[in-house]
């Protein structure tokens, strides 16, 4: 059956392009993409996005590569990717977070 002949399944595919959800996915994984070109550092890190308040917690495997992550709060703070707040986060240390720009 071609796609002209399903009507239903063309329907359901614009309906999915134009959702707010895939927008929303798109962006986030553009914006973990760039992050991590943009602050390579991240790429030591586990990156986990919390759904439910739209931040980005970043799980550092050292106390290192926090403080060099910390050392950027003020570029991190201009990074736009749609986060409410960043958080840097390693075992026995407060976290430290971050709130973008507008």
């Keep these: 059956m071609s796609e002209e002949e399903n009507p239903l399944r063309n329907k359901l595919h614009k309906d999915l ?3 707010q959800w895939l927008q929303k996915f798109k962006q986030l994984s553009e914006g973990l993409q ?6 390579p550092l991240t790429q030591l ?5 919390i759904t439910e ?10 106390p290192e590569v926090r403080e060099g992550l910390a050392a950027q ?9 749609g986060a409410t707040h960043f958080v840097l986060k390693y075992p026995n240390l407060p976290d430290i977070a971050i709130a973008p720009q507008k």
């Design 53 to 62: 308040n739209d931040s980005l917690v970043i799980h550092c495997p050292n």
């Design 17 to 19: 392009q134009a959702s």
């Design 45 to 49: 890190c586990e990156l986990k996005w």
């Design 73 to 81: 709060a003020g570029k991190l703070a201009k990074f736009q990717m």
């Design 34 to 39: 760039r992050i991590k070109v943009e602050f």
